[in-house]
């Protein structure tokens, strides 16, 4: 199994930027396809992005398409997603995600493993 934990999250203004971190505990994530999710109040959680197990591979949700980055770095187990940009509609709790499948799976119920969640506000 593998245990993840996000932080950097906080208040941000509109236009401005935010970094993401996942860490990962136990098993190395090299054997995880890995994604960020997020869920505003009263909506269902959505992918926000996805990442393959090297790296060589991503997806994003079309919203955030041009904005936000996913990458991740094997070595220290961590991931990271990379806000730009931020809008007043990126507000949700953000959630990270790992799956043992192999391609970029874009369905909460694909992800068998996630953190607690991180609060991201942006102002207006």
């Known amino acids: 199994q593998v245990q993840l934990v996000e932080s950097g999250g906080g208040l941000v203004e509109a236009g401005g930027s935010l970094r993401l971190s996942c860490a990962a505990s136990?098993?190395?994530?090299?054997?995880?396809?890995m994604g960020w999710f997020r869920q505003a109040p009263g909506q269902e959680r959505e992918l926000v992005a996805a990442?393959?197990?090297?790296?060589?591979?991503?997806s994003y949700a079309g919203s955030v398409k041009g904005r936000f980055t996913i990458s991740r770095d094997n070595a220290k187990k961590t991931m990271y997603l990379q806000m730009n940009s931020l809008k007043p509609e990126d507000t949700a709790v953000y959630y990270c995600?790992?799956?043992?499948?192999?391609?970029?799976?874009?369905?909460?119920?694909?992800?068998?493993?996630w953190g607690q969640g991180t609060q991201v506000t942006v102002s207006s």
């Open positions: 136990g098993r190395t994530i090299i054997s995880y396809v």
């Open positions: 990442i393959t197990r090297s790296g060589d591979r991503t």
């Open positions: 995600a790992a799956t043992q499948g192999f391609s970029l799976a874009r369905e909460p119920n694909d992800y068998p493993y």
